[in-house]
């Protein structure tokens, strides 16, 4: 896939809209802004406001790549989390780009694995990485994105998931009483129900209901996140340990499920903040806990990405080196 240059990258979020413009093949991406997706009517409105502040520090884009929070399932994409339609064609039009391509917000970082650098990964626990394998990168944030990198032929294989929207459950009697308090989504208690901003305050809800036997209000996300590392609140740090065993277990399954022998990579919001969590022993041990594979699973690294807006290098690199990629996107064009 070939883009005209200046292309403007964006990674849209349920939250956050971040733009950025890469100049030339092969340069590395300029930022432009962040722009709160509540704050704009639509994704047009957003990179009008982004290319303002910009000036006229470049050329105009002549082509776009975005990332999208949400399933490319046709020409109109609906944001997860959030109130915005993207539309390939209608920005094009509106901007009069040659090109517009629409991925799903995790194949960009899934992208940017290829090569990411070691000083821009905080590994989990002490394995080698494996050269030559699937990798798989994942994200607790405003919802839980997932894709895998898979190696196929000369290409990389870029396989988008919807894993947050799969089933999870309990595995000891804590954890029953936690789903028997936890708050339900659409009737479903799934990844995204717990390993998410939103999931966090539910298990913490849960938790400490649990722990108190009174129902309990649902806090902000963050200050969870705060009480939990400064042990100010003890619901807190134990809703932590719970998350992190989580996602260490949902880490294993994922890794299971692609043969992601090397390497699983952490992005999103959360994991950056809780690394010391992650770091303490639940979350390798649930990862690794998957006889009769518990020996692989030992091997697989695992490491938080702690690079900022991870998805700008996988972006750059879609719009620079689309040869090496192969991967699924809504694409437009203008007809001659």
Known sequence: MTFEFPVLIGDVGGTNARFAIVEERGAKPRLLSHEATADHPDPSAAIKASLAKDGERS????????????????????????????????????????????????????????????????????????PGGA???????TGFGAAALVPYSAHLA?????????????????????WHALERVEERVTVETVLS????????????QVRTGQPHDKLDPAAITTAGLDASDPHAAETLALFSRLLGRVCGDLALTFLATSGVYIGGGIAPRIVKVLEEGGFREAFEKKAPFAGMMRGIPTSVITVHDPAFNGLAALASDGDTFVYHGQVWRPRD
Request: hydrophobic share 40%; charged share 20%.
């Open 197 to 208: 901003g939103p999931g966090l305050a539910r298990l913490h809800a849960a938790v400490a």
């Open 158 to 178: 870029i396989v988008s998931t919807e894993a947050g929207h799969t089933d999870i459950g309990p595995a000891d009697a804590f954890e029953e009483k936690v």
């Open 59 to 130: 050329p105009p884009p002549r082509s776009a790549i975005l990332a999208i929070a949400g399933r490319i399932d046709g020409p109109e994409v609906q944001l997860t989390n959030a109130h915005w339609k993207v539309s390939g064609e209608r920005i094009g039009r509106d901007f009069g780009f040659s090109q517009t391509v629409v991925v799903n917000d995790y194949v960009p970082v899934a992208a940017g694995a290829a090569e990411i650098e070691p000083h821009d990964l905080t590994p989990i626990g002490h394995c080698p990485p494996i």
């Open 135 to 141: 990798r798989v990168v994942l994200g607790p944030g």
